[in-house]
């Protein structure tokens, strides 16, 4: 039961052609209003940058890129873990998932570790969210996200201890899966406009 | 524990890595090299876009999704990257 | 035996019976209550006193000044003055709605000791404030720019008390087993106590997007705000409807009672 293909293709065979919405429904209206949210912020975030490009990137450089980097990784290799969890919960392969959703956790709690790595030296060399506009944007949004991510975490956590007795759902398995891909993505974003792009 | 090696979501994951390693790259500079450039912001949010799409239709199974959901989630993808895009070509 | 039968003879009365012999009258009267209240607030706050949207945190001395003594703002806090009480009887009324579901008691309890908290530092302390400038003439000019700051910065600052809040209703509403209140409305509570978040920003910034009356720290918030609000009215509206009457607590038969 742990082969590959095998996996995803007893995964399509639970979807009808109507389409299948993993997870508890509730879920996908958060998930799209968050998008929604963030989406709004990212383009003011755009328009109040283009109002004073020097002074953004300027302190665009200050940003520590090689943490950034890290995680983002950090983010996909956890998200890679819980969509494997997910399929391998749906074959009922319980030691499994619960494996690699303990592992997404373990990986995924890396990144308020890192965060704090990098804000810490920030904050204390002087760059406040009340330094600039850009700062102020940078700490809002990577704040909002961090609270995001640690909200994930321990959803994920409940969805490990779920795994763990004799019926897990995997409803509620597919749920905390979605709810930390949304997290990836807001992230993947949120990388390309403070730490990337000019 | 190999067949998640072989496994399509793998593969996938290892795409986005690769990219993320390449869009720092080219987004990555310092000092009097750091200047305003269409092209790379471009690059940069184009190549997120293409991340975020991936995330969203192989490992959120939008792919599988309803119609509705299509719509609404690869709108989202589309949608902000071209008001990304816009605002900063309007301001420039 | 004569009980029993006495109280079936009521619910058939019951069935034809005027809208003051509603079993659920006292529910509806305090729901009643927040229309009413959030009716007055916004017409105190808005085209009465120009308290909302807020004026600017950069406002010159001579504005805060003008702002503190306009004989709008005597009127708002008159009305303020008067109206406040009827806070506590629309958060109570979430409360009671919050009891009948399945999550431990310690959410409506935090959820109240958050309203109350809220509810002093967030409209109190603002009309104590705005209301001195109204009422007490004679304060000099940077006595009185400090009531503006002390006034605004309780009015949105108190956001603590109301993520504490929100964040109880929400957990609540999402681990409910007796659905009380549907779970959608659980994840928009979420985002109206994240949104208390977003307005922490206005200790800091004097303008632009994240001061008091900015963009992202005002305007936004009230787009995710206003119409939770209402939303919220008309659920907690379908649940006290949906409540069956056997659970209502002035629906208990006494024991040894002779009823007519």
Known sequence: ??????????????????????????????????????????????????????????????????????????????????????????TENNRDAFRLFGAALAVGALFPLLKLSEWIPEISAGLTPGKNMFFMFYYVMT??????????????????????SPKPSIRFAETGAMYWHMVDVLWLVLFAVFYLMR | MTSYLRNPLTFIWALLTAITIASWSIGKGHGSDYHISATITAIVLILAAVKAQFVVRYFMEVRFGPTWLKFVAYGWVIGLLLLLLAAYRATL | MSGTVAIDARSAFRQKSRWYENKKLDQYLCFWSVPVFYNLFGIVFVPL??????????????????????????????????????????????????????????????????????AIVGCLFPMFCFGLGAFRHGYRPDVLAMLYDFGYLSFIGCLGCFFLNWSCLALAILLDKNNVLPKWLGYYTVWQSVTE????????????????????????????????????????????????????????PVPQAIYA
């Open chain 3, 49 to 118: 006193s120009w308290m909302m949207p807020p004026r600017a945190p950069g406002n010159s001395i001579a504005g805060k000044i003008a702002f503190m003594q306009s004989p709008n703002l005597l009127v708002a806090s008159t009305i303020l003055v008067l109206a406040l009480g009827l806070a506590a009887v629309g958060n109570a009324v979430y409360m009671s709605q919050m009891r009948r579901m399945s999550v431990n008691p310690a959410f409506h309890f935090a959820f109240l000791a958050g309203a109350i908290a809220g």
């Open chain 1, 1 to 90: 039961m742990t082969n590959t293909m095998g996996t995803v293709a007893a995964g399509v065979e639970r979807r009808t052609s109507a389409g299948y919405l993993p997870g508890r429904p509730g879920i996908w209206f958060f998930i799209i209003g968050d998008l929604l949210i963030f989406g709004v912020y990212f383009v003011c975030y755009m328009v109040y940058r283009g109002q004073n490009h020097g002074l953004f990137l300027e302190s665009q450089q200050h940003l520590n890129q090689q943490i950034g980097v890290v995680n983002t990784i950090i983010l996909l290799t956890s998200s890679l873990l819980v969509a494997l969890g997910t399929e391998a919960a749906r």
């Open chain 1, 143 to 164: 704040g909002l996200h961090l609270i995001h991510v640690v909200l994930g975490l321990a959803i994920i956590g409940y969805v490990v201890d779920d795994l763990r």
């Open chain 3, 197 to 252: 978040l977003f307005a922490a920003t206005v200790w800091i910034a004097h303008d632009g997007p994240f001061a008091w009356n900015g963009l992202l720290a005002f305007w936004f918030d009230m787009v995710i705000y206003v119409p939770w609000q209402i939303i919220v009215y008309v659920c907690i509206y379908q649940a006290i409807k949906r409540q069956p009457e056997h659970e209502l607590p002035n629906c208990q």
